[in-house]
């Protein structure tokens, strides 16, 4: 069983900037791919950016450029940077974790974090 903890989101004026973290209850290099996706209002959850344990990403057109992906193996945490913020960037963030086990691939979901890009 893997539990993912979300922080850092909150209110920031359009163009500035956030950084949420992801704790892991496990070791993340057991992980194979962490990532972030966000649910607007009335939205599907949509992903904004992955990273698998070999470090390879993979981002959104609308977070390329803007969003960085981090994992921090010491820390078990996975970071998402966030620049530039736009009022369309207003969601609530979720980290996902994929565990390879013998029996399958197994995904586990964060609470989620709020941002709120507002002037």
């Known amino acids: 069983q893997v539990q993912l903890v979300e922080s850092g989101g909150g209110l920031v004026q359009p163009g500035g900037s956030l950084r949420l973290s992801c704790a892991s209850s496990v070791d993340i290099k057991s992980i194979y791919q962490l990532g972030w996706y966000r649910q607007g209002p009335g939205n599907v959850r949509r992903p904004v950016a992955t990273?698998?344990?070999?470090?390879?990403?993979d981002y959104a057109k609308s977070a390329e450029g803007r969003f960085t992906i981090t994992r921090d193996n010491a820390k078990n945490t996975v970071n998402l940077q966030m620049n530039s913020l736009k009022p369309e960037d207003t969601a609530v963030y979720f980290c996902?974790?994929?565990?390879?086990?013998?029996?399958?691939?197994?995904?586990?979901w964060g609470q989620g974090t709020q941002v709120t890009v507002s002037s």
């Open positions: 990273i698998r344990n070999t470090g390879g990403t």
């Open positions: 996902k974790g994929e565990v390879n086990y013998t029996s399958g691939i197994k995904k586990y």
